[in-house]
């Protein structure tokens, strides 16, 4: 079976840099979906929506690739959370979860153009956020990097400092699931290893 062009249906570099950290090239492709028409309140359910719409957007540009859709969310205390509109938005966020901890779903959909297969399913990492004063808080959101996350924090940037622990998988975290990515495709019929060194 050919192996088709691997393409990420996101401007993320969180993803595109744990891609390359895993031998896989993408080719860049940014969705620009507006998530606003999704309003679903089960995490599960939005986020592999959102993922599958993201994905969906961009095939229609390709003939025979494989595009790959994700999207993140904090769930805590009942409550869902994507990315902070502004710094007193992602102020208010950190004060309710400082010394607490949330479940950090992210979706993840996979459509094979060249088999006319779509896969979609999501990943489940629970997040154990330290304590923090309002000043380390304050300090946080003004370096402008919880503007840009899901859940108002990077694990791998400046946010790391503010995680006691995660149970489940890092890379989800991060932005989508490598172990997830690697399942899906033997579902498709590849070996992840088929895909080191793919892209434009």
């Known amino acids: 079976m050919p ?9 993320s570099p ?20 507006d998530e606003s028409q999704v309003q679903i309140n089960d995490p599960t359910e939005l986020v592999q929506t959102l993922a599958h719409s993201k994905a969906e957007t961009v095939a229609s540009g390709f003939d025979s690739a494989l595009i790959m859709g994700c999207d993140s969310v904090l769930a805590i205390d009942g409550g869902i959370y994507g990315k902070p509109i502004n710094e007193e938005e992602a102020c208010q966020r950190w004060q309710k979860m400082q010394g607490q901890f949330g479940d950090l779903y992210t979706g993840h959909a996979l459509i094979d153009l060249s088999q006319n297969r779509t896969l979609v399913k999501c990943q489940v990492t629970r997040v154990y956020f330290a304590p923090m004063s309002d000043r380390a808080i304050r300090a946080y959101v003004s370096t402008g990097e919880p503007l840009k996350c899901a859940g108002s924090f990077a694990l791998e940037g400046r946010g790391g400092l503010f995680v006691d622990k995660i149970e489940g998988c890092h890379s989800n975290v991060i932005g989508l699931s490598l172990p997830l990515l690697r399942q899906m495709l033997a579902e498709l019929g590849y070996e992840v290893v088929d895909f080191w060194g793919s892209g434009a």
């Not at 192996?3 to 401007?11: C, D, E, G, H, N």
């Not at 595109?16 to 979906?33: H, K, M, N, T, Y």
Request: proline share 10%; charged share 15%; with cysteine.
């Open 3 to 11: 192996i088709p062009q691997f393409v990420l249906a996101s401007a």
């Open 14 to 33: 969180a993803r595109r840099r744990l891609l390359q950290s895993a031998g896989i090239e993408p080719i860049v492709c940014p969705s620009d979906f």
